[in-house]
């Protein structure tokens, strides 16, 4: 499967073999040690370090029900009359679609894909950058793309990448990408980073939005023995970017955040849809109780206090 798609995560391994994931990362540890494929955070991907980036076929297969959950809160982000930049990336690619519904928007993108989900949305109007097109993702790229944006101001900024970590922010592994990327960034009054957990620790060659000019990271439940992905989240919440986690249940197998392990005492503030706003002594036993009594949120902002 990696060397089909260019990378699997562990949480669709265990589906299609149905094992569990605790299975699969042995199997997959193996696999590494025999130079065969590189482990990331929530998955493998075939050897290249830093350097190397899956294209779009690869990453359309991708956790893809994690990215609809995403792509379903981001788009809730936005109102009528609004205008808005929007990166390339599978995951702003079903972002995209859902803004075919947002009245009087307007759409300032480089990448062709969320024009073409915008295509024949008639009360949405679609800005395209100049640049060179980037086969691989299907971007528009380069001097031309950068160009373009100078001058520009929108409310704000909707990315992906290839990684996101605490310390660095999101990143990608290309250079004229990135570029562009941080063009996209300097024209948002906001920035709004979409990235499923598979993304979370994982670092890569090119820096495009550091943690501090982050608004807002908007990812998906990560599995309950996936303490990187915990980690970064928390280390995430406590240089002040919102998070908010979306799907719940719906979007991670049935696995919340009541199998995660706290990992400090202070409180964090958690907001829900249509509920007050609770005070947490950890996120994962306030969860556990709320799931105990049929009552598990689909999407939690958290932020530091």
Known sequence: MVRANGAVSLRELARVVQTSEVTVRRDVRALEAEGLLDRRHGGAVLPGGFTRESGFP???HLATAEKTAIADVAASL????????????TTT????????????LTVVTNSLLVA??????????VVMTGGTLRGSNYALVG????QSLQGLRVSRAFLSGSGLTAERGLSTSNMLSASVDRA?????????????????????????????????LVTDEPPPHDERAATELQALADQGVQITVAGGAAASGGEGMAGRRPRRESP??????GGPTAQLRSAPASMLEQAAAGDRPRVADMRRR
């Open 268 to 273: 964090l503030p958690v907001q829900r849809r």
């Open 184 to 216: 996209l960034v300097q024209a948002a009054a906001e920035v709004v980073v979409l990235a499923d957990h598979t993304k979370l620790g994982t670092d890569t060659m090119f820096q495009t939005v550091p943690t501090d000019v982050m608004t807002r």
């Open 143 to 146: 001097s031309g793309a950068e």
């Open 116 to 125: 073409q989900a915008l295509a024949h949305a008639n009360r949405v109007e």
């Open 78 to 89: 936005v109102e009528e009359g609004e205008a808005v930049v929007v990166g390339a990336g």
């Open 58 to 60: 690869q990453k359309s």
């Open 93 to 104: 690619q079903e972002l995209a679609r859902r803004l075919a519904r947002v009245p009087g």
